[in-house]
């Protein structure tokens, strides 16, 4: 199995991608420490990887707080005895994060703190354990909205995605040394039914589609592929990527 007998970190994990990651991951023999604020949630993903038969213990947590994500980090080692990866998915993108002159500061600072800040936090707690392992690969979910403008503006999340690329690559070039690897994983539009909310009608689902060269809207399962590679031991070699999955549309020009 492409997972075996590392431990994989997952925030955000009580659903969506998240959950999906936890379930491929065990799948392909990882070790899973699951964490998540919404605890209730956060069981069913436990639930759905252990019937599986997979190996998974829940932590819940919210990755804005240093102390809730060092206890994730904690339990973890202490259910498994080490950590190899970090995939910091934890991530929010509300309604009314839009342009940078509408966008209340209030709703900045939470989506800068969710997203961004809380993958300073799972890196600053879970890559010293990584190091203690020998080590490993730290994975963060950014976004193609950070390579490219929008005139559907979300300009809180976009500066947290961007944030995330350039802390990804410093992690490289600092922890390379200690065989820590950090790559950025950029979707494309992902669909799922938040995403069908945004489109008023056919027609505009069409007109965003047709930006799209492969011709269809992701699925959280392309971006877990991408994130189980990074995961294993074929990406080896490969650190301080942004390894975009987005169907072609950040090189649509047109």
């Known amino acids: 199995m492409r997972l075996a007998e590392k431990t994989v970190l997952i925030t955000g994990a009580a659903s969506g991608m998240g959950r999906l990651a ?13 964490t998540d604020m919404n605890a209730d949630v956060l069981q069913e993903t436990v639930q759905s990887v252990e019937s599986a038969g997979g190996s998974i213990v829940g932590v819940p947590g919210n990755v804005t707080d240093a102390e809730s994500v060092r206890n994730a980090v904690a339990e973890g080692v202490k259910a498994f005895g080490r950590l190899n990866v970090l995939y910091n998915n934890a991530g929010i993108f509300p309604d009314d994060d839009t342009s940078v002159i509408e966008t209340e500061e209030a709703v900045f600072q939470r989506v800068i703190d969710v997203n961004l800040k809380g993958v300073w936090n799972a890196c600053k707690f879970g890559i010293p354990e990584l190091v203690k392992a020998g080590g490993g690969s730290v994975i963060n979910i950014a976004s193609f909205v950070a390579l490219a403008g929008c005139t559907v503006p ?31 994983i950029c979707p494309g ?9 945004l489109f008023p009608s056919e027609k505009e689902k069409n007109k965003r589609l047709s930006r799209i060269p492969l011709g269809r809207f992701g699925r959280a399962k392309d971006i877990v592929y991408a994130g189980m590679y990074l995961a294993s031991d074929e990406s080896s070699w490969t ?16």
């Open 154 to 184: 979300q300009d809180a999340y976009t500066a947290s995605k961007g944030g995330v690329l350039a802390l990804t690559k410093s992690l490289a070039v600092q922890y390379g040394p200690n065989g820590v690897r950090a790559n950025a």
């Open 239 to 254: 650190t301080g990527t942004t390894f975009v999955v987005d169907g072609g549309i950040t090189v649509n020009y047109f």
């Open 22 to 34: 936890a379930e491929m991951f065990a799948k392909e023999g990882a070790q899973i420490v699951a």
């Open 189 to 197: 539009p992902i669909l799922t039914p938040m995403l069908e909310t």
